[in-house]
């Protein structure tokens, strides 16, 4: 079994023992240790327990989630959100936690049927909830999207949201509509948030990010024309950048910062990055 996070089919819930993660509506438990706290042991802890689900397994050990539906205290424990987790864990632990929150998440947002309203059933043995009364079957959510790092010779286009840190700029991003490919969603939202028109797409490469539920698709697009206009209320600002005087980045193992990083290694001929997955 290799080391690190692998992914699963869903683990038997009757099978004893292994590890668990607790998750509420205030992100994972957590104690000096870790998230993961022996199963068994946690099961016994008088938790509001809504639903289990075998997710995988951590350095080949059995992993479970236990969705809670409020965040109940515990001695020496404390409730910690994925976005810390995300800048502060190892990106096997972080992998683990992106799987294990959208699992949670999709869980408490399938409680009831979306057709007739009656309260669902956990599939066993595939994840998916079922409407015992219309038969209704919803899976996990994952909802595709481009990210695009646009260029122009040595110039690079980036920008930025009100949400993000001050100083940071990134690639643009957005969700694909029903019916689109993702060559037209790179167009669309292009025009959409900074009016310039693209050419020339390159696929480089695809990153699941669980903020939240996305499957992002990295692409490269040459600069064909338009003066930049950023959109009312999704982009605080945009512009070009020269590769030598870059702003402040996304973090290291966004697919994000590889675009960027894999342009600039090619433009000026240092070893390419690596996409983390
Ligand atoms: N991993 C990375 O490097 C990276 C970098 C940038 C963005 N992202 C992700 O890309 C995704 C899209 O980026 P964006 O926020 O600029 O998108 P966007 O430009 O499409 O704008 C976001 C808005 O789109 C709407 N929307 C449409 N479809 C949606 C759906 N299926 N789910 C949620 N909202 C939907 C909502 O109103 C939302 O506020 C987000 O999940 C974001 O976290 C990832
Ligand atoms: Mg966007
Ligand atoms: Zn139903």
Request: glycine share 10%.
């Amino acid at each position: 079994m290799p080391a690190g996070w692998q992914t699963t089919p869903p683990l038997d819930n009757d099978q004893a023992g292994g590890w668990a993660l607790a998750r509420s509506t205030q992100g994972f438990l957590a104690d000096g240790n870790g998230v993961l706290f022996p199963r068994e042991w946690l099961k016994r802890q008088d938790l509001p327990v809504a639903a289990e689900h075998g997710l995988g397994h951590f350095d080949g050990e059995p992993v479970w989630l236990l969705e809670l539906r409020h965040p109940a205290e515990l001695p020496g424990c404390f409730w910690q959100n994925l976005r810390q987790f995300m800048l502060q864990a190892d990106y096997p632990t972080f992998r683990m936690l992106s799987f294990a929150e959208q699992i949670g998440a999709w869980d408490d947002q399938h409680r009831f049927c979306g057709r007739c309203g009656q309260a669902t059933v956990q599939v066993s043995r595939e994840r998916c909830m079922r409407c015992p009364q219309c038969g209704l079957h919803s899976y996990a959510r994952i909802s595709p999207s481009m990210i695009v790092l646009i260029t122009r010779g040595d110039e690079v286009l980036l920008a930025r949201s009100q949400r993000f840190p001050p100083g940071m700029y990134s690639t643009l991003a957005g969700f694909v509509e029903p019916g689109e490919s993702a060559e037209e969603c790179v167009a669309r939202e292009v025009l959409e948030e900074v009016g310039l028109q693209v050419g020339n797409l390159q696929y480089l490469g695809s990153q699941g990010w669980p903020f939240p539920h996305s499957l992002m698709l990295g692409f490269h697009a040459e600069y064909v024309s338009g003066e930049i206009v950023p959109q009312a209320d999704e982009i605080e600002d945009a512009r070009w950048f020269h590769i030598e005087e870059l702003p402040q980045l996304p973090m290291q193992r966004s697919i994000a910062r590889y675009l960027i990083d894999l342009y600039l290694a090619r433009r000026l001929g240092r070893p390419e990055p690596e996409l983390a997955r």
